[in-house]
Every structure is written in C-alpha cells, then in structure tokens.
C-alpha cells in the first residue's frame, strides 16, 4: 500500500476511535509515576491526539520537521518545558509520548487483523512517527534543563556577589568561593551599578572568603578595581592572609596602588578617614 493511503488511513482510524485510544492511554499513564498532576496529564494527552490525525494525514509520518506537524512540535515544545521545570526526568518526558505506541497498536490490530500487510505497514509508520516524537521531546527538555540551569548559576552568582553599604560613601563586596571569569563579569557589573547608584567614594572588596589566589584570580581583581575607579570610586582589598600574601608576591602581582588590609575591620577604618568620619566608643 502507498505511503499516502496508510498515512490517510492512519489518520481515519485515530480519528475514528479517538475515544478508546485516549482511554485506554489515559491509563497506561495512569500506571506510571509521572510528576504532573492528573488534569494536566490528561489535557496533554487529549491535546496530543486530536492534533496527531491530521499531522499524519498531511504531513506523512517519514519526518515530523515538516510544516504539517508544527502544531503537534508546538505543544510537545509546551509539554516538555513545563515537565522541564516542574522536576520531571527526560526519560518521563518522553515515555508521555511512547506509552501512546501500546494503545495504538491495539487498535490497529483489532482493526486491520484481516490485512496483514496493511497491519504491518501501519504499525511500521506509527511506531516511526511516535519514536521520532519522543526523541524530540527529549531534545527539547534538555535544551530548557540547560536554560534553566545557566539561569540558575547566574542567579546563584548574584546572589553570592552582594554589594551592601557600610557608611555613607563607603561600599563592601564580600566574596565567597572560586572566582572565575563568568563570576568576575558579574562582581564587577554589581559593584559598578552600586558605584552608580550610592555615589560611593570608596568599596572594599573583602576577599576572606576566596579561599586560593593565583594570577588569572589576581588579573579579576585588577579589572574591577580600574572599572570602579573609572567610575570614581577608589578600592581597598580586605582579607589578605599570610599565604594569600606569599602568593601574590610570588606571582609578582602589582598591588603598589592599591591599599590592602587583613581584615575588613581594618579596611572599614581606612574607608572612615578617607571619606572624613570617625567612629568613637562610648565611655
């Protein structure tokens, strides 16, 4: 038989026995853990199987890049997004798609039992569409997995980076863990907005919590510390310890400019006096 006679034979079947197709799809779900709950499940599956008709009818089941499908890509997109951010694994994303292939041929061989080969061509054609359906279920849930994870490092980078004010014209960036160069680009976009926003005179850049320094480390620092002067706020380097000391030295870092304290209180006291202000105890 034809391609185009099974694929518009296909597509009168599904059409004809939607009904008991979603059914009994609904419940080989049903059998699985799948996390999405119920009610989307089953507007995903009926969505699914009344655009799938029409697809095969138009646009053959060889390639589903063709034009005819880009309604069903479009919800498979939707489908696997969604599953993306909710938690679910690739393999769940995609079994949504393969638990169809059971009730399917069910139905095919209850209805063409007495034409074999019609049987396996059809069968043939189906399970085609289906595998290259679920192979582009999880293509498109690892690309949003992928978003989803830069998104979230940039978000974590922020977060680490915090820029607070300590006095009026004086700024401080703690910072914590390894700085490497996607992490530089944002410490020193933080710190230059805040510049920006406060007017501060001078920011201490405290690296205690940085726990190894080394050239490329050292280089990072430098670049922040021109662009923030460039935008008129001087910097002081808070943190250095002994062994930090020793390294920057060996690696015959320039810091001859630059006014460096071990401790952030230090650093704070010689922020004070550089922007005239003075902290006193009380008796």
């Known amino acids: 038989m034809a391609a185009n006679n099974i694929a518009q034979r296909l597509s009168n079947l599904i059409t004809q026995h939607e009904a008991d197709i979603l059914a009994t799809w609904t419940a080989e779900m049903n059998g699985k853990s799948f996390r999405s709950d119920d009610a989307t499940m089953h507007r995903h599956t009926r969505q699914l199987l009344a655009l799938l008709p029409a697809a095969v009818a138009t646009g053959g089941t060889d390639d589903i890049n063709v ?56 069968s043939w054609a189906i399970s085609t569409v289906l595998d290259q359906l679920g192979l582009y279920t999880l293509e498109v849930f690892q690309k949003s997995r992928d978003q989803i994870i830069v998104r979230q490092q940039h978000e974590l980078m922020e977060l680490s980076t915090p820029v607070v004010k300590l006095w009026h014209d ?62 008129g706020a ?20 320039n810091l001859e400019d630059v006014v460096t304290k071990a401790t952030l209180a230090d650093a704070f006291v010689v922020a004070l006096n550089r922007v005239g202000a003075t902290i006193t105890r009380q008796a």
């Open 67 to 122: 034009r005819q499908w880009d309604e069903v890509r479009n919800l498979l997109n939707e489908i696997s997004t969604q599953r993306a951010k909710q938690g679910s694994t690739p393999n769940d994303t995609a079994t949504f798609v393969f638990s169809l292939k059971q009730s399917l041929f069910a139905m095919l061989r209850r209805e063409l039992a007495a034409e074999p080969q019609a049987l396996a061509e059809a």
């Open 170 to 231: 004086i700024l401080a960036l703690p910072l914590i863990g390894t700085l490497d160069s996607a992490r530089s680009q944002v410490v020193m976009e933080s710190l230059l907005e805040k510049v920006v926003e406060t007017g501060a005179a001078i920011a201490i850049i405290d690296i205690t919590g940085v726990p190894t320094v080394d050239t490329l480390v050292a280089q990072h620092l430098m670049k922040t510390i021109a662009a923030a002067r460039l935008m």
């Open 234 to 253: 001087d910097c002081i380097i808070s943190g250095i310890r002994p062994q930090i000391a020793q390294t920057i030295v060996h690696l015959g870092v």
